[in-house]
């Protein structure tokens, strides 16, 4: 597989070439990150599909919910109010309840077997409510796969992408929480903001050993659940 996730490689590494550009255009904040969430979400659509193609199991990638099954769509968390609920200010009582979002699906044998969450990056301070998202899933979904899939870490310090404090809040919320998600990163270093990734001379390249790390992790999960079916 040495071989393919090299070729692998340079398909994403031209697409990250072709997404950036040499200044920042005159447009808003929210429409770049918009942007870059897309892209994350493509650069992973290549990377989990070489994965099923190479564990050659019947498993499907969704990125959308409305794509998928009806069936499955019903099973996805919908949080209600509770009957004996108070609360000391006025509020609407109509309503279908919260519906928890996620940014894609991976589905096998008309199941739901895992969650996926796109951003271009991820600081200590957005783990809380990645987390949350993973209990209420895990609620509705027990032993549902959960994960984060990032560009680059906004977590890091002094030359590791993921700092002692971000580490000891992931631990802390696996314990409180009960939970566990899988976290992957596919670049070197730490985001700087004044290094827009979207800017031509600061994007960076897909680090291999975190691409092969990334794609293991997947592969290793689809013949592990292959192999309870």
Request: charged share 30%; aromatic share 12%.
């Amino acid at each position: 597989m040495e071989e393919k996730i090299l070729e692998l490689k340079k398909e994403l590494d031209s697409i990250l070439k072709n997404y950036a550009v040499d200044k920042v255009l005159s447009d808003t904040g929210g429409s770049r990150r918009a942007s870059k969430s897309i892209l994350t979400r493509n650069i992973y659509k290549k990377i989990i599909n070489f994965a099923i193609a190479e564990s050659e199991g019947d498993f499907k990638f969704f990125y959308k919910k409305s794509d998928l099954p009806a069936k499955l769509k019903k099973k996805l968390p919908i949080l209600k109010l509770s009957k004996d609920f108070k609360y000391k200010r006025n509020y609407s009582v109509s309503g279908k309840g919260n519906e928890v979002e996620y940014d894609g699906f991976i589905t096998s044998k008309n199941e739901i077997i895992m969650l996926l969450e796109f951003k271009s990056y991820t600081e200590v301070s957005m783990l809380k409510r990645v987390f949350i998202d993973c209990q209420i899933a895990n609620q509705f979904l027990p032993n549902i796969k959960y994960s984060l899939c990032m560009l680059e870490s906004a977590m890091g310090s002094e030359g590791h992408s993921i700092s002692h404090s971000a580490i000891t809040l992931i631990d802390h919320l696996e314990r409180s929480l009960g939970v566990k998600i899988d976290i992957f990163l596919l670049m070197k270093g730490t985001r700087n903001s004044v290094r827009d990734i979207g800017i031509r001379k600061y994007m960076k390249k897909i680090d291999l050993k975190e691409l092969k790390f990334t794609v293991n992790s997947f592969f290793t999960f689809f013949n592990s659940f292959k192999k309870k079916f």
